[in-house]
């Protein structure tokens, strides 16, 4: 059955925490020994209150980060966000750009996505200024990792655009890429950070 006809007939459940570990555990299940999936583990604290279908992008942010107006005031660094935001497509991380206008207040937004930008404009850009939020791609983002362009020490949230689904009613875990993508930008950093305490996952 395609994911699509599954999900035409049944009610679309708001992703948890829990669906996220099963992820992970099923993706590196095969190949890792039972102390490295330990390791890939996430407790519950690490995570944000998950969407539960009812809020708009804005009040989402807004209930999981009362106090952003303090946290970008005292962004002072440059090659960093406070909040990174991952979804599944360039067109997907303009509407949600577009949709946190009534959080984001004057805060700077930059996008990480590779469509019509090159990454070289990125880094650029990340190394002469200072951003708040940075929307985009997973693949971009990884990349602009790996390649120094943007530093993780300074973020604090994590969202992933974890219940919208695209025309096909693929949600960004359905896509295999996007989902690899991820999962690799997690294992790479992420994991690391929020297991230290320094950042929290969202699914919106």
């Given at each position: 059955k395609k994911i699509s006809d599954i999900l035409e007939k049944s009610a679309p459940k708001p992703g948890v925490p829990a669906d996220l570990q099963n992820l992970l555990s099923q993706h590196f299940?095969?190949?890792?020994?039972?102390?490295?999936?330990?390791?890939?583990?996430?407790?519950?604290?690490?995570?944000?209150?998950?969407?539960?279908?009812?809020h708009s992008f804005s009040s989402y942010?807004?209930?999981?980060?009362?106090?952003?107006?303090?946290?970008?005031?005292?962004h002072?660094?440059?090659?960093?966000?406070?909040?990174?935001?991952?979804?599944?497509?360039a067109l997907?991380?303009?509407?949600?750009?577009?949709?946190?206008?009534?959080?984001?207040?004057d805060c700077r937004v930059l996008k990480l996505f590779a469509k019509h930008i090159k990454i070289k404009e990125q880094i650029n850009m990340l190394e002469k200024g200072v951003f708040h939020i940075g929307v985009g791609t997973p693949g971009r983002v990884k990349a602009l990792v790996e390649q120094d362009g943007l530093c993780l020490n300074s973020t604090k949230y994590m969202i992933l655009d974890w219940?919208?689904?695209?025309?096909?009613?693929?949600?960004?875990?359905?896509?295999?890429?996007?989902?690899?993508?991820?999962?690799?930008?997690?294992?790479?950093?992420?994991?690391?950070?929020?297991?230290?305490?320094?950042?929290?996952?969202?699914?919106?």
């Open positions: 299940g095969e190949n890792r020994s039972v102390i490295e999936i330990e390791e890939l583990k996430l407790s519950d604290s690490c995570f944000l209150p998950a969407n539960d279908l009812t942010l807004k209930e999981i980060c009362p106090k952003w107006a303090k946290l970008r005031k005292n002072k660094e440059k090659k960093s966000v406070v909040m990174l935001v991952i979804c599944s497509s997907r991380s303009l509407e949600l750009i577009k949709s946190m206008t009534a959080f984001k207040g219940n919208w689904r695209d025309q096909k009613l693929r949600r960004m875990m359905d896509i295999p890429e996007i989902k690899k993508e991820t999962i690799d930008l997690l294992e790479m950093s992420i994991i690391r950070l929020c297991r230290e305490g320094t950042v929290k996952l969202g699914l919106f």
